[in-house]
């Protein structure tokens, strides 16, 4: 199992990501890919932008023990996250996951893991900017409800 994680400024290319998760991996039958982009619209119309900022060396190792906790809940071949910090503009490229597995519904669910951990759990500070400022993004009550329903044990 590889686990690779990349906090950057700069931008990533989904095509260069995917062909090196699934170059050489026989084994592997489905890759599940998210990429999150900046919109003009969050908490209020008329977003312009993001201004992201993280804590080095703490946000790395709270997105590879998300990783961790993906792997240990799915067969999984390789996790890839990369999140980007620093301004960003309309329509670029936030967030890239990128999971593999031998399995679609192992690779779906553990993408879908990653992004609601991701959104809670990872030490990332959002700003909204708009043409009169901006304000700092506080959690919303749906994604930690997300999150609770991962720990809740699910029946038969």
């Known amino acids: 199992?590889?686990?690779?994680?990349?906090?950057?400024?700069?931008?990533?290319?989904?095509?260069?990501?995917?062909?090196?998760?699934?170059?050489?991996?026989?084994?592997?039958?489905?890759?599940c890919c998210?990429?999150?982009?900046v919109r003009d619209f969050g908490d209020n119309e008329g977003v312009i932008g993001l201004e992201l900022e993280h804590y080095p060396g703490m946000t790395e190792k709270a997105l590879h023990e998300i990783a961790s906790q993906a792997c240990n809940k799915w067969?999984?071949?390789?996790?890839?996250?990369?999140h980007r910090v620093g301004?960003?503009?309309?329509?670029?490229?936030?967030?890239l996951t990128i999971v593999s597995s031998a399995h679609r519904q192992a690779a779906f669910a553990a993408g879908e893991f990653i992004m609601?951990?991701?959104?809670?759990?990872?030490?990332?500070?959002?700003?909204?900017?708009?043409?009169?400022?901006?304000?700092?993004?506080?959690q919303k009550d749906s994604d930690v409800t997300k999150l609770e329903d991962w720990?809740?044990?699910?029946g038969p």
Do not use: C
């Open 75 to 82: 067969p999984l071949d390789s996790v890839l996250i990369i």
């Open 87 to 95: 301004a960003l503009k309309l329509a670029d490229q936030i967030v």
């Open 34 to 37: 998210f990429s999150g982009l």
């Open 1 to 31: 199992m590889n686990i690779d994680i990349r906090v950057q400024q700069e931008d990533f290319s989904l095509g260069q990501e995917y062909d090196r998760i699934r170059t050489d991996k026989t084994q592997v039958g489905a890759i």
């Open 151 to 154: 720990k809740t044990p699910k």
């Open 116 to 138: 609601d951990y991701l959104k809670i759990s990872a030490p990332f500070w959002k700003k909204e900017l708009h043409h009169k400022g901006g304000h700092w993004v506080e």
